[in-house]
């Protein structure tokens, strides 16, 4: 009997979150529909605008192709923070006063929006309100503390300066003080928020992969399956849209993030939400979780980010982030959790929350966390269900996926020069010259003749061979040891060993090697 790696959302490694939380049982859709709403994903962003658009008294429908927050929104280190990851100082130079004030704005209204839902339909997600403290990373300036006081100050936060940050074992200097942050368990918060969403009226359908999305009078939706919604709006919070080839992954950048989970004694670490100015930056945070029976404290801290498709060294990221937590609180216990996730980086911090750009006026997306997904998701939930109800609201440009920031253009170039880069993988070898060089549970790049395959050595030793084109944009994809899926490095599509398609921007999944060969052929 073959045996396959056991993928817990979009990979093998299991998140926290994943430990003593229940999914919702979900349906399939096994018929025509016909609806006001119809929301393609079901993370945070796509059921919080569900859920909003439900509790407007609108008829809505949430379509996802796995389970309940079984993307990213599973991978989360769940913080949630009204600083923006990239810093107010940053957001202020792209985009102005007036935008990183906004911006302010409505990640404080997300945290606030999350704490309303907690206490209206009484989830027990072990939500609370904190301190945040940003402290400058080794060997940097203090001054880079001094600017993003100011900005941050501008912008309206709660910001305070202090001599020393609350982590008394390792001087990390002063830092800054960031009142009525909050944190929360994903997992738990989102199967709240699902069953919301169904007592007030949506319809969530799992296992449902939307094929095409099409907008219009009315918005039609094709699943894989053969049922077809339409809908009056549509909204696509699948994270990297699937609905788009070329024009907003120009302006995304996939990268993996990398989360530990260490044991600590009770009371032992200070709570509150912790990250410094590295670059990539490091952040921290404490949970309460059940393991093996027992209640245990676990400070989960991540960071190491690199692009996603374009390093394979998962150990020794989590290694270097288990030391920089060692040394700061040296009492740790083991090592109980580890796992990666996805962000795409925009061009300025900001997500892209609007109308699709040259697409129908009834066609929505959320896309570009920027490691902020909890915030920008329950921003593009509250953002998007006034637009889709014709509401004004005071984000909506700050947020326009069509914006194109002129003093972030350098980024623009180097993402896309990055990009660029990644086509001399047609023509190099192979990551092996042969099957029998790739281990029971390991994948590699083959070269064939003028072709790439992806072959997977399953645990019964027998070989799965797909080709190795995205089908997004032509990129080669790359093995990831560590999540047992095809990665790839252009556009951050991602695909399990048997070709299925779990990350966007592609809806399509690797073709067999043969089937490819043999188009190729024709």
């Given at each position: 009997?073959?045996?396959?790696?056991?993928?817990?959302?979009?990979?093998?490694?299991?998140?926290?979150?994943?430990?003593?939380?229940?999914?919702?049982?979900?349906?399939?859709?096994?018929r025509?529909?016909?609806?006001e709403?119809?929301?393609?994903?079901?993370?945070?962003?796509?059921?919080?605008?569900?859920?909003?658009?439900?509790?407007?008294?609108?008829?809505?429908?949430?379509?996802?192709?796995?389970?309940?927050?079984?993307?990213?929104?599973?991978?989360?280190?769940?913080?949630?923070?009204?600083?923006?990851?990239?810093?107010?100082?940053?957001?202020?130079?792209?985009?102005?006063?007036?935008?990183?004030?906004?911006?302010?704005?409505?990640?404080?209204?997300?945290?606030?929006?999350?704490?309303?839902?907690?206490?209206?339909?009484?989830?027990?997600?072990?939500?609370?309100?904190?301190?945040?403290?940003?402290?400058?990373?080794?060997?940097?300036?203090?001054?880079?503390?001094?600017?993003e006081?100011?900005?941050?100050?501008?912008?309206?936060?709660?910001?305070?300066?202090?001599?020393?940050?609350?982590?008394?074992?390792f001087n990390?200097?002063?830092?800054?003080?960031?009142?009525?942050?909050?944190?929360?368990?994903?997992?738990?918060y989102?199967?709240?928020?699902?069953?919301?969403?169904?007592?007030?009226?949506?319809?969530?359908?799992?296992?449902?992969?939307?094929?095409?999305i099409?907008?219009?009078?009315?918005?039609?939706?094709?699943?894989?399956?053969?049922?077809?919604?339409?809908?009056?709006?549509?909204?696509?919070?699948?994270?990297?849209?699937?609905?788009?080839?070329?024009?907003?992954?120009?302006?995304?950048?996939?990268?993996?993030?990398?989360?530990?989970?260490?044991?600590v004694?009770?009371?032992?670490?200070?709570?509150?939400?912790?990250?410094?100015?590295?670059?990539?930056?490091?952040?921290?945070?404490?949970?309460?979780?059940?393991?093996?029976?027992v209640?245990?404290?676990?400070?989960?801290?991540?960071?190491?980010?690199?692009?996603?498709?374009?390093?394979?060294?998962?150990?020794?990221?989590?290694?270097?982030?288990?030391?920089?937590?060692?040394?700061?609180?040296?009492?740790?216990?083991?090592?109980?959790?580890?796992?990666?996730?996805?962000?795409?980086?925009?061009?300025?911090?900001?997500?892209?929350?609007?109308?699709?750009?040259?697409?129908?006026?009834?066609?929505?997306?959320a896309?570009?966390?920027?490691?902020?997904?909890?915030?920008?998701?329950?921003?593009?939930?509250?953002?998007?269900?006034?637009?889709?109800?014709?509401?004004?609201?005071?984000?909506?440009?700050?947020?326009?996926?069509?914006?194109?920031?002129?003093?972030?253009?350098?980024?623009?170039?180097?993402?896309?020069?990055?990009?660029?880069?990644?086509?001399?993988?047609?023509?190099?070898?192979?990551?092996?010259?042969?099957e029998?060089?790739?281990?029971?549970?390991?994948?590699?790049?083959?070269?064939?003749?003028?072709?790439?395959?992806?072959?997977?050595r399953?645990?019964?030793?027998?070989?799965?061979?797909?080709?190795?084109?995205?089908p997004?944009?032509?990129?080669?994809?790359?093995?990831?040891?560590?999540?047992?899926?095809?990665?790839?490095?252009?556009?951050?599509?991602?695909?399990?060993?048997?070709?299925?398609?779990v990350?966007?921007?592609?809806?399509?999944?690797?073709?067999?090697?043969?089937?490819?060969?043999?188009?190729?052929?024709?």
């Open positions: 009997m073959q045996t396959q790696p056991a993928y817990i959302g979009s990979g093998t490694t299991r998140p926290i979150w994943n430990q003593d939380a229940d999914q919702p049982a979900t349906r399939s859709l096994d025509d529909i016909a609806t709403a119809c929301i393609v994903g079901a993370g945070i962003a796509g059921l919080t605008t569900a859920y909003l658009l439900a509790r407007a008294g609108k008829d809505v429908v949430v379509l996802d192709d796995g389970t309940i927050a079984g993307g990213e929104t599973g991978r989360t280190s769940g913080h949630l923070a009204s600083h923006i990851d990239d810093g107010y100082t940053e957001v202020e130079r792209v985009r102005g006063e007036d935008s990183a004030r906004l911006a302010y704005e409505s990640h404080a209204a997300a945290i606030a929006r999350i704490e309303q839902i907690v206490e209206d339909e009484g989830i027990d997600c072990d939500f609370t309100r904190l301190d945040a403290w940003l402290f400058a990373a080794p060997g940097q300036s203090p001054e880079v503390l001094d600017k006081f100011d900005a941050s100050y501008r912008a309206g936060m709660k910001i305070h300066k202090a001599d020393s940050v609350p982590i008394p074992e990390v200097g002063r830092g800054l003080r960031m009142a009525l942050q909050g944190q929360f368990h994903a997992l738990k989102m199967a709240g928020l699902a069953a919301a969403v169904e007592r007030h009226g949506g319809r969530i359908f799992t296992r449902t992969l939307a094929s095409q099409k907008g219009g009078e009315p918005a039609h939706i094709q699943t894989q399956a053969g049922p077809v919604v339409r809908a009056g709006a549509v909204v696509v919070a699948t994270n990297s849209p699937v609905n788009d080839m070329v024009t907003m992954h120009t302006k995304l950048a996939p990268y993996r993030t990398y989360v530990v989970g260490l044991a004694p009770a009371g032992y670490v200070h709570p509150a939400l912790y990250w410094d100015t590295d670059e990539p930056y490091h952040y921290a945070r404490l949970q309460d979780v059940t393991l093996a029976g209640r245990q404290t676990v400070l989960i801290v991540g960071g190491e980010d690199h692009k996603t498709g374009q390093a394979q060294d998962m150990p020794a990221r989590c290694r270097r982030l288990e030391a920089w937590t060692r040394e700061r609180w040296p009492r740790c216990g083991e090592v109980v959790f580890q796992w990666s996730g996805q962000v795409l980086e925009t061009l300025d911090g900001l997500a892209y929350i609007g109308r699709n750009p040259g697409d129908e006026s009834n066609v929505f997306i896309t570009g966390d920027s490691g902020m997904g909890l915030t920008h998701g329950t921003v593009a939930g509250m953002l998007l269900s006034d637009l889709v109800r014709e509401q004004p609201n005071p984000w909506v440009e700050l947020y326009d996926p069509s914006r194109k920031p002129v003093r972030a253009i350098r980024d623009y170039i180097s993402e896309n020069a990055n990009v660029a880069r990644q086509f001399v993988d047609y023509v190099t070898g192979g990551d092996v010259s042969s029998e060089e790739i281990a029971r549970g390991q994948g590699a790049i083959l070269r064939r003749g003028a072709s790439k395959v992806a072959v997977y399953d645990q019964d030793g027998e070989l799965h061979e797909l080709g190795a084109v995205c997004h944009a032509g990129c080669i994809v790359q093995w990831n040891p560590d999540e047992k899926t095809w990665d790839c490095p252009c556009h951050g599509s991602r695909f399990t060993v048997t070709g299925q398609q990350n966007g921007p592609s809806y399509k999944g690797l073709s067999g090697w043969q089937e490819e060969r043999a188009q190729d052929e024709k």
